[in-house]
């Protein structure tokens, strides 16, 4: 157990290369200075952050992984699985893609931290504290057919984890990657995951992330993607679990002809907090992005959209949209959505669509018009509204389970009446 | 023939605003009958308070083959067999056709093959073929639209079918196979009040009745003769013949834009 100190900090480094030791050194000035969020910061505004690192120890004996899943077992194919535990790697098994951990790199100096190290105290202390990493290289002209599937998972009390995950996509290659995150049941643990995703000029990468995390663990992932020329860059985000889930996101088109899509959904249930921050720069002229995000709250939950579309002086024939859709199912329920442009070039095409409310009144009624009770009405609706995400999910194979969950979840509250 | 609808001394508000005064309405199982009035006569609300939508003040009584309708919900009224075909039918995302016909058939009894081979039927009858593994009326042009509510009525096949301006908005091509379609569901067990304000219709469906509605209240029937009077003189001159004046509701708020507007500024 190393605790989040100076005294401890050479425990946590003792194993890793001496670029990435002298990276983590640096870092720890930073995390040292830095105070934990508090929700008054712009950028952790609704958010009430409460898990000071006082309490929380870095594992260095992963523990037990979890048994498997439901979202693994519908998948039909995949390139290699790779398992991550308390921020360790634990199993690179049966691979088609080039994957290295931190280990192997000894004289190779890599980028590592994905957001500036003084973004916030987490930032920082993924930068100071991280002491393993994956890095998946998908070879120029290589194509996967099927998955490279990564397991995170938390399994130890009052843990703080780093998980890392580096992927590159060389030029007019065409790779796939599947990210799940789960936890141990009813364990408090604090994620950090950093995921860092460049594509190369004529690259194509589909990136599917489902977090699944038990409801008592705190997830705050930081993510970017960085597209070349012509690359495309498709990204899939579904939030399910966690006390406080938490995905920074920042897609970066800088090659002339790229494009992105993010599509998500979240169904937020019991005191859940699912938020979601995202940037989206446009540099490059001819780029295209397309945001489009669903999601749900019942009892007390809440979630956070806050989307930035930047478009640059130079971005010329930029076309980019960004859509984001809210039920809120109780009365307790709140979401809160904030869609915003900053365009500093005239020649584009932008726009966003913002929704929060109830199911509406008079799909209802044209529903029940035909027979349909109101709960069977009510599911019917429900498995709609996600549909359309679902139908756009980047990584096939998982919407049976991904749609059950959904419907799982809310057929469960309206039959406990927790549904207004 | 047994009575299909009843509908007696139905009187209904909207926010205190009258809007239909003691209507009366009896529709015997196997015929059609057509309602036809002016613009704002109240022939949408008396749809829509039949299927049961929320947000009316109602008074007065309507039943379906003898039982009782006010009592009901939206749902209950469908399964006992009251189908509206909408005016506006409501886009619905991500939810396909087809599987909201497989539970509302469903709901209404059937089996799961049996709706299965229902739908499939019917959608070829339609040429909705297309459209069923599509969000349910998404991108679909008026007359398509209207062509799903009919093919939705020719699965769930209810008693009472209400169509509330099942032409508007359609081409002279698509008002033919709607009034077709219309004409291919008349059965002996089947009772059809279709609303319209144009006679443009009857000319391809026969319907047995023709009922009048103004202000709020059926003020004549009878049959193909009503709808030429109609047709030459308008509701001004059924007014005239029957005498009902027509009533000035207090108009909006003159806006001080429109003083200036009147103000004659040339002289």
Not at chain 1, 70 to 89: E, H, K, M, Y
Not at chain 1, 110 to 130: I, M
Not at chain 1, 338 to 361: F, R, T, Y
Not at chain 2, 187 to 193: I, T
Request: aromatic residues 6%; glycine residues 8%; hydrophobic residues 40%.
């Amino acid at each position: 157990m190393t605790a989040f100190d100076a005294a401890d900090h050479a425990n946590s480094k003792s194993n890793v290369p001496s670029w990435r030791a002298a990276q983590m050194d640096s870092a720890l000035a930073v995390f040292e200075a830095l105070d934990e969020p508090t929700g008054v910061e712009e950028d952790w505004r609704y958010v009430d952050y409460d898990l000071p690192f006082a309490g929380l120890a870095q594992i260095e004996d992963p523990g037990e992984p979890l048994s498997d899943g439901p979202f693994l077992a519908s998948l039909a194919d995949n390139s290699g699985r790779v398992l991550i535990v308390d921020g360790q790697v634990v199993d690179v098994s049966s691979v088609s893609v080039s994957v290295s951990t931190l280990r192997d790199l000894e004289s190779h100096e890599r980028e590592f931290s994905v957001v500036a190290v003084d973004h916030n105290k987490l930032a920082a202390a993924h930068g100071a504290f991280a002491n393993d990493a994956v890095f998946v290289d998908v070879a120029a002209n290589q194509l996967m057919d099927s998955p490279l599937v990564i397991e995170v998972q938390g399994v130890t009390p009052n843990a703080a984890s780093f998980p890392h995950i580096s992927v590159t996509v060389a030029e007019n290659s065409e790779a796939q990657v599947l990210v799940v995150y789960r936890s141990a049941d009813g364990v408090e643990l604090l994620m950090v995951p950093e995921i860092d995703i460049q594509v190369a000029d004529g690259g194509r990468l589909r990136f599917l992330a489902v977090q699944s995390l038990d409801h008592a663990a705190t997830n705050v992932v930081h993510q970017r993607m960085t597209l070349g020329r012509d690359a495309t860059g498709r990204l899939g985000e579904v939030g399910l679990g966690a006390k406080l889930g938490r995905l920074d996101l920042g897609v970066s088109l800088e090659g002339d002809g790229a494009s992105s899509e993010i599509v998500g959904l979240y169904f937020g249930e019991g005191a859940q907090t699912l938020d979601y921050r995202m940037l989206i720069n446009h540099s490059g002229r001819n780029t295209s992005s397309d945001v489009f995000l669903k999601g749900a709250v019942e009892d007390d939950a809440q979630s956070v959209f806050t989307g930035l579309l930047r478009i640059e002086k130079d971005a010329r024939r930029t076309s980019t949209f960004e859509t984001n859709r809210n039920l809120v199912l109780s009365e307790n329920g709140k979401a809160h959505s904030v869609p915003n442009l900053e365009i500093l070039c005239d020649d584009v095409i932008c726009g966003h669509a913002s929704s929060v409310g109830p199911l509406e009144e008079d799909h209802l009624y044209y529903i029940q018009s035909r027979g349909l009770s109101k709960e069977r009405a009510e599911r019917l609706l429900i498995k709609g509204f996600f549909q359309e995400v679902i139908d756009r999910l980047p990584i096939e194979g998982l919407e049976a389970p991904v749609s059950e969950e959904v419907f799982r979840r809310f057929a469960q509250a309206q039959k406990e009446g927790r549904v207004v | 023939m047994s009575t299909a609808l009843m509908v007696s001394d139905l009187s209904v508000a909207v926010d205190n605003k009258q809007i239909l005064d003691g209507f009366s309405l009896e529709v015997p199982f196997g015929e059609v009958h057509a309602i036809m009035g002016p613009n704002g006569s109240g022939k949408s609300t008396l749809c829509h308070v039949l299927t049961g939508k929320p947000g009316y003040q109602v008074k007065g009584s309507a039943s379906l083959n003898g039982d009782d309708l006010f009592s009901l919900d939206v749902d209950e009224r469908a399964r006992l067999g009251l189908l509206q075909s909408f005016q506006y039918p409501t886009q619905v995302a991500g939810v396909k056709l087809r599987e909201f016909m497989m539970e509302a058939a469903e709901e209404m009894g059937l089996g799961t093959a049996e709706a299965a081979t229902r739908i499939e039927t019917e959608s070829e009858r339609f040429g909705m073929g297309p459209f069923l593994d599509r969000s349910v009326n998404a991108d679909l042009s008026g007359g398509e639209k209207k062509k799903s509510e009919i093919f939705q009525m020719a699965v769930l096949r209810p008693k009472v079918a209400l169509l509330d301006e099942i032409d508007s908005g359609l081409d002279i091509d698509a008002v033919k196979q709607v009034s077709e379609a219309v004409e291919a569901m008349r059965s002996p067990d089947l009772a059809v009040v279709m609303i319209t304000h144009y006679s443009r219709i009857l000319r391809y469906l026969s319907v047995d009745r023709i009922h009048v509605m103004i202000d709020g209240r059926l003020v004549d029937s009878g049959g193909s003769e009503l709808a030429e009077e109609l047709e030459s003189g308008g509701y001004e001159g059924l007014r005239k013949r029957l005498g009902i004046e027509k009533v000035l509701e207090d108009g909006p708020m003159r806006k001080p834009a429109d003083f200036f507007t009147e103000t004659p500024f040339d002289v």
